[in-house]
């Protein structure tokens, strides 16, 4: 069986290190906003290129305190996309705010900024572009239109740890960036796990304050906060993992390329890296039209697959519940033609060969018209 993701090799790689660094957090007896999390931030924050870094909970819970701290609240409106994980939409809810959504760029499947502008209102606030997969948002005129309607930006980084845009780490753009530390991330924990990044030292110390009750010192809230603190152990599994992310990346791009050149001659549509970005292919995600027959085959032949993903969240029963009605054509149509292969660092070239060649063995040229 070729596994979609198996985090099993990852630590048998490094198992050394991550027991030394389990161990030592267990015998120094601290648990909780310790000197682990103090370095892990340290080092994030010069790795991404920001300021400050603040480790949370969850990624879901750095974009919701990003808005939080950024005063998003009931009335505002924050734009976005609907080709992402649900999480992105609802940190927007769960504050308060309206989600607006934009459709993406075929190509990309990031956000089209060409078509941001004529959805910005009085009430936008904010805007949350996703660099999904691992490729960035065109982040420039991203920039510069929300400088010109003065609106926040919120990267939502959180499957795109090491990429660039134009040189710059994703999440150092705009003025927030979150990050997950979901286990099969980039640059996962062992358990959930986020950090957001700020050059704002304003915001930053607000974020702290959020993440811990809201408050600066013990037992004296300054406003309502929530408990989302990553833990000691989490960040020092993380500081192991961080020292071969590049690595880990520079792997995934390789086995990228291979997927690219086998699959050139084959009639579907395979992840694209634009000039201005360096993908890091958190996922490698092609397109078929007859997506569901193509997984099932490769499902026979021991392949796992996944989707990222089959409902767009504006056609989601939580959303079409609280009212949401729009129109996305791009994203209806790719959410039924997206297929995720499998992509990690100690793929083998062999498997992705194998994989590729079952794509193409017995199946009909119809299954490919695109």
């Known amino acids: 069986m070729i596994s979609i993701v198996d985090l ?23 648990f909780i906003l310790g000197e682990e999390l103090e370095r892990f931030e ?3 924050s010069n790795y991404i290129g920001t300021k400050y870094a603040i480790g949370v909970n969850s990624g879901s819970d750095a974009l919701l305190l990003a808005l939080q701290a950024l005063g998003i609240d009931k009335g505002d409106e924050v734009i976005t996309v609907s080709h992402t994980f649900i999480s992105t939409v609802d940190a927007i809810v769960r504050n308060g705010a309206k989600p607006v959504f934009v459709d993406i760029t075929p190509d990309t499947y990031c956000i089209d900024v060409t078509k941001i502008e004529e959805r910005i209102t009085k009430k936008t606030k904010a805007l949350l572009p996703v660099h999904l997969y691992g490729h960035p948002a065109d982040m420039q005129p991203i920039m510069e239109i ?11 980084a959180c499957q795109a740890h090491g990429a660039e845009y134009k040189g710059s780490k994703v999440g150092s753009i705009g003025d927030i960036g979150c990050f997950s530390f979901y286990p099969v991330k980039n640059l996962g924990a062992y358990g959930d796990g986020g950090m957001i990044v700020t050059n704002n030292e304003g915001l930053a110390q607000k974020l702290r304050m959020l993440r811990n009750y809201g408050q600066a010192r013990k037992y004296y809230h300054d406003f309502i906060g929530i408990n989302s603190r990553l833990d000691e152990m989490q960040a020092a599994i993380l500081r192991v993992k961080l020292k071969h992310l590049d690595d880990w990346n ?17 009639s579907v549509v395979i992840p694209i890296e634009k000039k201005y970005a360096k993908h890091v292919y958190h996922l490698y995600v092609i397109r078929c039209k007859e997506r569901d027959r193509l997984q099932q085959r490769l499902l026979a032949k021991g392949i796992q697959t996944q989707i990222h993903y089959p409902i767009p969240v ?9 009212g949401i009605r ?13 297929l995720s292969l499998p992509i990690y660092p100690e793929l083998k070239n062999a498997e992705v060969e194998y994989l590729t060649n079952t794509i193409r063995e017995g199946c009909p040229n119809e299954l490919w018209k695109m």
């Open 250 to 266: 520079n792997k995934r791009r390789e086995a990228a390329r291979l997927y690219d050149r086998l699959l050139k001659s084959a």
């Open 314 to 322: 504006h056609k989601q029963k939580a959303y079409t519940d609280l």
């Open 42 to 44: 340290d080092e994030f």
């Open 326 to 338: 729009t129109q996305l054509p791009i994203t209806e149509t790719i959410c039924n033609e997206i």
């Open 8 to 30: 099993r090799k990852e630590y048998a790689e490094i198992s050394r290190e991550i027991n030394r660094a389990i161990r030592q957090v267990v015998k120094s007896g601290w």
């Open 146 to 156: 929300a400088k010109k309607y003065k609106l926040s930006v919120i990267e939502d």
